[in-house]
């Protein structure tokens, strides 16, 4: 049983370059989001999606894109990385809304120079 | 927006100790959950519970919503139980919003 699979477990980057966080999940689950956890902090939510085609924003969307084509998949993409989205980076997904049972990736360390 | 607290920041205890952690929010909810992230850094869902008690071995959880408060209690701990304790919660919408979290420390 998979869950929930985030790919790449660890990434650096150089302030300008882009990349895509993956985020796939084999449970059949309708919402996905993103999470960033910073010290101190807690998890502050990114984006989140209610199902394929649609998506929202977060407490934190500034910076970030994402895209929902498939119940499967959820990616979350930089597109022009800066310092200050050094941090560690979780994919969650749940049945049906957050007013169900969450499921969590094992998190992407991102650290951008 | 809502806001999450929890109590104590930092916990350690020995091994074989009693403990409780609080968590207080400040508005109606719809939904509470607690998760526990190891020193791996890996979230792992301990408990889905709006309100009422729910037990799981040696942990326990206890939400009552009309006061605003929830609690986890860990009994006869043991040095895996070491990690940050978090709860979570959602209000009228579909976001999650999670509190900062109880860092636990088990000794031997």
């Known amino acids: 049983n998979a869950g929930v699979t985030q790919t790449p477990k660890f990434q650096v980057l150089k302030t300008g370059q882009s990349m895509t966080l993956q985020c796939a999940q084999d449970?059949?689950?309708?919402?996905m989001s993103w999470y960033r956890q910073d010290p101190g902090m807690g998890l502050r939510l990114i984006h989140y999606?209610?199902?394929?085609?649609?998506?929202d924003q977060g407490e934190v969307p500034n910076g970030y894109n994402v895209s929902r084509s498939t119940t499967e998949d959820f990616p979350l993409r930089l597109l022009s990385a800066a310092p200050s989205q050094t941090s560690v980076y979780f994919c969650?997904?749940?049945?049906?809304?957050?007013?169900?049972?969450?499921?969590f990736g094992q998190g992407t360390r991102l650290t951008v120079v | 927006g809502i806001q999450v607290e929890q109590s104590p920041p930092d916990l350690i205890l020995q091994e074989g100790a009693n403990s409780t952690l609080r968590c207080n929010f400040s508005d109606s909810v719809n939904n509470l959950q607690w998760f526990h992230q190891n020193p791996w850094g890996q979230l792992i869902n301990l408990f889905y519970?709006?309100?009422g008690t729910k037990q799981n071995g040696r942990l326990s959880a206890t939400t009552v919503a009309t006061e605003r408060y929830s609690l986890l209690y860990i009994s006869s701990s043991q040095t895996t139980d070491s990690g940050v304790y978090f709860c979570a919660v959602t209000y009228n919408t579909d976001k999650l919003i999670f509190g900062t979290g109880t860092r636990l420390q088990v000794f031997p």
């Open positions: 519970i709006p309100s």
């Open positions: 969650a997904s749940s049945y049906n809304g957050m007013n169900t049972e969450a499921f």
């Open positions: 999606s209610v199902g394929a085609g649609i998506t």
């Open positions: 449970m059949n689950h309708e919402y």
